[in-house]
């Protein structure tokens, strides 16, 4: 019991290592994407005033 | 003439309660305003569901089976995924990407805040669950109805109901949960900490490009995310495109609410007492709290070690914020900020983080999917 137990945990510690791992790496692919179509196709700055809050 | 008792005669304690928990949900959507396009529904179809030989559910009748309203709207709806997919398309109409855009490295913050979801996997598989069981459980942390509801679906069907019911609960008590653990990891200098407003204008064809790139580039390495990710983003394309403001409105009013409210009452189709009342309900509860905990325990530790290497520092409670259920998650830390100086306007900061999270909780829903066997 305690052993399938514990085998079943192994595996979702590899899951979570690889899920975790996964995420930051395609929310920082979105980053660089977002950053890459921004400078392609960049907006207008309006403001930018460093901590002053509206 | 004793036909007409047999709802009386044949009714269980344990339907009473259910009945009973039903008339809870109902309590706290209306008195509450805990979630209520969500808990009102599956509190009343609770109470329909554990009526004795309710016609709502499948019944056989002379060894055939009669089908049950509620039993096809769960077949065809839940089990063909239709139902959260459709509500995805809902949601994304309903996202504008613009403030993270103002702020895109907000986006691993929506990656952290994940963090609940895989920990309490984890948890519960030592509790006794099997891995598929602990990963349904596991995605309550995704503070995403939908994303819990299609995750579970695939993996746990039986555990369906609480699931829903635990996700919706505590995405409602986020002001509850979030600020405790907010203040136990931050100090009084960092919940000050002041940060740069920027107000850039982001292009159309940004946000054009943004949910096609994003679907695509998901769509080649993880497949299986494809639903969840492509739905989401396709509604934001209805919105973003400027051609579509009809269809777009259509997604965020009449079709949201249509099928939040069928979704709602066809989950209930799974709070039978048989399949409710058990050990493993409250092991949910409590799992599904731990979830929300360390998500928010998550954001806010990544958004301080994230700190070290930043020049213009960020308040580490925007990292809470990275959770999906927008926008109260933002609200709260928001709320947070200028309880310790008023003067201190941290929510567009939130609301992009939040909106990351969004993101985040569906990628996650996806990856669990693409790893978990």
């Known amino acids: ?54 | 003439m004793e036909g007409l008792f047999i709802g009386f005669t044949a009714l269980t304690w344990k339907q009473l309660l259910m009945m009973a928990v039903g008339g809870a949900l109902i309590y706290l959507a209306i008195r509450k305003e805990y979630e209520p396009a969500l808990l009102l529904p599956i509190g009343f179809g609770t109470i329909l569901v554990n009526i004795p030989y309710s016609a709502v559910l499948d019944q056989f009748e002379g060894g055939r089976r009669v089908a049950g309203a509620l039993s096809i709207f769960f077949r065809a709806g839940i089990l063909t995924e239709i139902f959260p997919l459709l509500i995805f398309v809902a949601i994304g109409a309903m996202i504008d990407f613009s403030p993270l855009f103002r702020r895109p490295l907000l986006l691993l913050y929506g990656a952290a805040a994940q963090f609940g979801i895989f920990f309490t996997m984890m948890a519960a598989t030592l509790l006794g669950f099997g891995l598929k069981e602990a990963a349904a459980i596991g995605i309550i942390g995704s503070a995403d109805g939908p994303t819990s509801i299609y995750v579970a679906s695939r993996f746990a069907r039986s555990l369906l109901g609480p699931i829903s019911v635990a996700a919706y609960s505590y995405m409602a008590l986020v002001p509850i949960i979030q600020p405790p653990v907010v203040k136990l990891l931050t100090t009084r200098g960092e919940r000050r900490l002041r940060m740069d407003t920027s107000q850039k204008k982001i292009s159309r064809t940004t946000l054009i490009l943004f949910p096609i790139l994003v679907t695509v580039l998901t769509g080649m390495f993880a497949p299986t995310a494809v639903p969840l990710i492509g739905f989401l983003m396709f509604g934001n394309l209805v919105r973003e495109c400027g051609v579509l403001k009809k269809l777009s409105l259509a997604a965020q009013n009449e079709l949201s609410s249509l099928v939040t409210l069928l979704l709602g009452i066809t989950i209930a189709t799974t709070m039978t007492a048989d399949r409710f009342l058990r050990l493993s309900t409250l092991l949910i509860v409590g799992l599904g709290l731990c979830a929300f905990i360390f998500d928010t325990a998550g954001g806010v530790l990544f958004a301080k070690l994230l700190n070290l290497f930043l020049r213009k520092k960020i308040n580490p409670m925007i990292g809470a914020a990275g959770i999906s259920a927008f926008p109260m998650s933002a609200r709260v830390i928001h709320a947070i900020g200028l309880k310790e100086d008023p003067s201190n306007y941290l929510l567009m900061h939130a609301v992009s983080a939040n909106v990351s999270g969004q993101i985040g909780s569906v990628m996650a829903g996806g990856l669990i999917l693409a790893l978990v066997h």
Do not use: Y
Request: charged share 15%; proline share 4%; aromatic share 14%.
């Open chain 1, 1 to 54: 019991m305690t052993g399938s137990i514990l085998a079943t945990f192994k595996q979702a510690l590899a899951v979570s290592g690889k899920g975790m791992l996964a995420l930051f790496i395609f929310m920082f692919f979105f980053f660089v994407l977002l950053m890459l179509v921004d400078r392609i196709f960049p907006g207008k700055d309006i403001e930018n005033q460093a901590g002053e809050n509206p």
